[in-house]
């Protein structure tokens, strides 16, 4: 099967797709500023300054949704969609038995390959905030302290080109998710 990226020689930024990054669909409202995300024609984008297209935005707008185009393209959303959704949902189900069985002792916890592989080669774009993420937050579940955690993955995080603002924040937040999932055995949790 062709993708429709390798087709149009396009490079799909797959980071754009994680659990944290929320896609609003068309004439939701945006919970702060309370305007609607609207589609406009190529034309209105041309043609109307950022205040006329903001004050468009004020009010939802019915659209038609655009027609499948066989012709361009073999890929076929639905089945990939039913397919990641299977796949997730495994992959969420043996994460949550396992965090389960590391808090009631039963098991030991792991340090993932991807941890191992995110210090050693660090992430390529679209991947790098989530990939720095996990490799903290897999850190996390040992209990690793954060000037360690943080010696273990900046500089493969800077090297990835993140900045390092959001190297710091990345890592900070894998660890207090971390430490605020269930406690390993010796930590407060069985023996």
């Known amino acids: 099967m062709v993708r429709c990226d390798d087709r149009a020689g396009v490079a799909i930024d797959s980071g754009v797709y994680d659990q944290v990054r929320a896609f609003r669909a068309p ?4 919970p702060k500023t309370g305007l609607h995300k609207r589609r406009l024609p190529f034309k209105a984008l041309i043609e109307l300054n950022a205040a006329a297209i903001a004050d468009l935005a004020k009010s939802p707008e019915p659209f038609d949704l655009p027609e499948a185009r066989p012709d361009r393209c073999d890929w076929h959303p639905s089945a990939d969609w039913n397919d990641a959704a299977g796949q997730l949902d495994k992959v969420t189900k043996a994460t949550a038995q396992h965090r389960a069985a590391v808090a009631d002792g039963t098991a030991a916890p792991a340090l993932n390959q991807l941890t191992l592989a995110f210090i050693r080669d660090g992430a390529d774009a679209g991947d790098r905030h989530r990939l ?3 490799a903290a937050r897999n850190l996390g579940e040992f209990g690793c302290p954060p000037a360690l955690a943080h010696a273990l993955l900046t500089e493969s ?3 990835s080109g993140l900045p390092p603002a959001d190297v710091r924040r990345q890592i900070e937040c894998g660890l207090k998710d971390a430490s605020t999932s269930a ?3 010796g930590e407060g949790g069985a023996a």
Do not use: R
């Open 157 to 159: 995080a800077l090297d």
């Open 27 to 30: 004439n939701s409202k945006h």
């Open 132 to 134: 720095l993420y996990s």
């Open 183 to 185: 406690p390993l055995a």
